[in-house]
């Protein structure tokens, strides 16, 4: 699990096929840091597992299905990628519960300046849609954010990214039409699957209480109440 707080910005250096695979080379001091092998890195909000370690990167194989439904398939030696090591037990949750499972990807459609910070509109993909809602959460790349506005008509939401997220993640230079990888908040899919797969109406939510019994005239209650 991450928080969508991204702790470095790192960088491509290899990319190999291995048959139906492909064996990724990442840069990134701060991250390998107290990292065993095995261990969870989310790379542009992607978990994937560390199998080797460098002294300044680590390396992960990354499956073909996975390059095809992320922004990883467009990287590149040289390619900027956020980096985040998973939680620990006494980690702060600064952003929000990130599982590094990119649901789809959208594409960044317009980005307007203003004196201390950008707006940023990305493309929404209609089975996110019902996830999504203003001032709710959303991780794109790797980053969590707070949706600034929605677009149900244009299928697109608007993020407000700081100077501190312009300047240590690859939003800052994600330009129009770069695709990213983006993560709903699973608290909804879990909300919707309740609400699919619920109890029919009228049918009990606790369990039924064991009717009281009578013998010999003299009525028993359970031990403890009178």
Known sequence: MFTGIV???GAVVDLTVQGDAVRLTVRGNAVTEGTALGDSIAVN???LTVAELQEDGFTADVMTQTLRLTGLGALRPGSRVNLER???PTTRLGGHVVQGHVDATGEVVA???SEHWELV???LP???ARY?????SITVDGVSLTVAALDDAAGTFTVSLIPETLARTTLGAAAVGTVVNLEVDVMAKYVERLLAHGAAPGTPTTPETTPTSTTTGTTSTPEGQS
């Open 7 to 9: 702790e470095e910005l």
């Open 45 to 47: 909000g992607c978990c």
């Open 86 to 88: 998973a939680v620990t």
């Open 111 to 113: 980005r307007t300046p």
């Open 121 to 123: 509109e990305v493309s």
């Open 126 to 128: 209609a089975g996110l």
């Open 132 to 136: 999504v809602v203003a001032q709710g």
